[in-house]
């Protein structure tokens, strides 16, 4: 490998905050030489592990914010799985380095999700370039999760039924208001047709030749747009409902899926009544 010039003050790059990584290298003097160029760009070694069970052990107790991980790892589990393992127990990401670049290796580390891969030699400003991508998208990937985590929960406790469908119409969503609604589980629910789950019938206030579905893939649905029509549940038992339909569109405004909000009206309708 051909080692870079020094970069001085490289740590301030960071905030004055060295991000810590954990070197796993079968080969002694190449995984020192590792130490030695990290610690050149302003890095913090937090440890040198050998071989996938130190890799491991390590990654749990030294805490580091990235993971440099040769794929060849000699005998026992390879850097690969290595890498699946600490996956598995922790949020960190992983960069592999090796001198393989077959189409097999590749194939197999692409599988387990890593944050970059280097092959073998290159220079500093490489590897350099190889961390600080694996740690903005890291950054990136978590925020993401985050904020799916907290759309799902806000989506599967509100009141109303929630369903989103896929562009054939198949169930991809299915909060627990619309499982009580319609008497369905959402394990049977989800990739099932809309059609199946939530078959509508004209109140009166629609066409008498009215297609639900095909009328909610239409332009003219509104998000604001609530009508009203008859649910059949998995019961057999008939409800009125109120629903609104709205269009799910992807970046470059293709019709993707559908979602519907609705919710049981018998009880207004029984008010209305007397």
Same mark, same amino acid.
């Given at each position: ?16 905050? =060295? ?58 589990? =390879? ?32 599988? =387990? ?162």
């Amino acid at each position: 490998m051909t080692a870079s010039q020094p970069h001085p003050g490289k740590a301030t790059a960071f905030n004055e905050y =060295s991000p810590r990584i954990l070197v796993v290298e079968d080969e002694a003097i190449v995984a020192f030489d590792f130490q030695q160029r990290l610690q050149r760009l302003g890095y913090t070694v937090v440890g040198l592990a050998h071989d996938g069970e130190e890799a491991v052990q390590k990654a749990q107790t030294s805490k580091p914010d990235l993971v440099l991980m040769d794929i060849n790892l000699g005998d026992g589990i =390879s850097g690969i799985e290595t890498a699946m393992v600490i996956r598995q127990n922790q949020d960190l990401p992983i960069i592999y380095v090796t001198a393989n670049s077959d189409e097999d290796t590749v194939k197999r580390a692409v599988r =387990s999700g890593p944050f970059g891969y280097i092959l073998k030699p290159f220079e500093d400003r490489e590897l350099e370039t190889a961390i600080r991508m694996g740690l903005a998208k890291h950054v990136t990937d978590r925020r993401l999760k985050e904020s799916e985590s907290w759309f799902q929960t806000t989506l599967t406790s509100i009141a109303d039924g929630l369903i989103a469908t896929d562009a054939e119409g198949r169930i991809k969503f299915f909060n627990p208001s619309a499982a009580k609604i319609t008497g369905w589980s959402q394990a049977n629910a989800l990739g099932q047709r809309l059609t199946e789950v939530f078959p509508l019938a004209n109140d009166g206030t629609h066409g008498e030749d009215t297609d639900f579905f095909t009328a909610f893939r239409l332009p003219g649905v509104l998000p604001g747009d609530s009508q009203t029509a008859r649910l059949a549940r998995l019961d057999g038992r008939q409800i009125p409902i109120e629903y609104r339909a709205a269009h799910i569109h992807n970046n470059h405004h293709n019709l993707t899926g559908v979602v519907i909000s609705f919710t049981n009206i018998e009880e207004r309708k029984r008010a209305e009544e007397r």
